[in-house]
């Protein structure tokens, strides 16, 4: 306990010799860059619904297999690439209660940046209507975006704490202290 006593106070009396900083002037830079949307993204559905709870899931079955079937003529990863979404069968009441039948959905998502390949597939599928489209950012674009934005708002900066570091008369800047977000 007394080496470590001992120890807070040497640091402290050394933090009191030191001056507090003089000329000190906080920045702050950004940079904001436009990027179009690379990734386009479609969501294809179905449903159906019937008295037999088998029946309506191998119909909802046989539409996403035939659906994907001639998706996978076409698809090319990283270009347009396929997964299967929600697959769901629920089973549907009467007002008065009672099982009446049930109701069902499928959905095929397709995604990926070659769009003409997208919209006549989406024209070539008759076993599923399109629910959703989504424009989004891929991965790649989203990071050189990123990249450029960092390396453009810290030139902003860095001319910036030039500029008022002339102003106020000085010949240059140090930087004390850098938040990158």
Known sequence: FACGAALVFA??????QVPPPQGVVSLAASATIEVPRDLMTVTLSTTREGADAALVQAQLQQALDAALAEARKVAMPGQLDLQT?????????????????WQGSAELIVEGRDLPAIGQLVGRITTLTVARVGYSLSREVREKAEGDAGAQAIARYRAKAADVARQFGY????????NVN
């Open 85 to 101: 979404g929600n697959f769901s069968l629920m089973p549907r009441y009467a007002p008065k209660g009672g099982l009446s039948g």
């Open 11 to 16: 640091v402290a009396s050394a933090l009191a």
């Open 171 to 178: 010949a240059g800047y140090t930087i004390r202290e850098v």
